[in-house]
């Protein structure tokens, strides 16, 4: 019995330092797999910081460029206002120049016509004064 006893026991042993050697192996590749896990999960967060960054990055861009798009739009607009204001300027301008232009034409008309009128009037005069002259020299001689 002695042997077979030795024999289970030897068996037992080889069983139980089997267990230990399956153990250890699992062991070890859970430990590896709980290290890549570690890298994995650092990896996956710096990429979303990452992200986030580049994601921040773009909106401060966007925002960047959505302001200077306002600014540029509200310059434009303010530039069309100065622009047309200039513009209505110039055409009020041009109105009272052609009225004033007008007022001296008529002026310089109403000058023409007196002066002709007054011209008219004194060839009439020397006519009705050269007819009276002369009808009251052909009366003295009749």
Request: no cysteine; hydrophobic share 40%.
């Amino acid at each position: 019995m002695n042997t077979q006893l030795a024999f289970a026991f030897g068996m037992l042993a080889m069983v139980a330092i089997t267990m230990l050697v399956v153990i250890v192996v699992g062991m070890v590749k859970v430990i590896r797999l709980a290290n890549k896990l570690e890298n994995l999960e650092q990896t996956i967060g710096r990429e979303v910081e990452l992200i986030h960054r580049n994601a921040s990055d773009v909106e401060r861009n966007f925002y960047s460029e959505l302001n200077d798009t306002r600014r540029n739009f509200d310059n434009e607009v303010h530039e069309t206002r100065k622009n047309s204001q200039k513009h209505t300027e110039d055409v009020h301008r041009r109105i009272d120049d052609e009225i004033r232009n007008i007022v001296e034409e008529i002026q310089n008309t109403r000058k023409h016509v007196d002066s002709r009128f007054d011209k008219f009037e004194n060839k009439i005069m020397a006519t009705t004064t050269t007819d009276v002259a002369t009808t009251k020299k052909q009366l003295l001689k009749d």
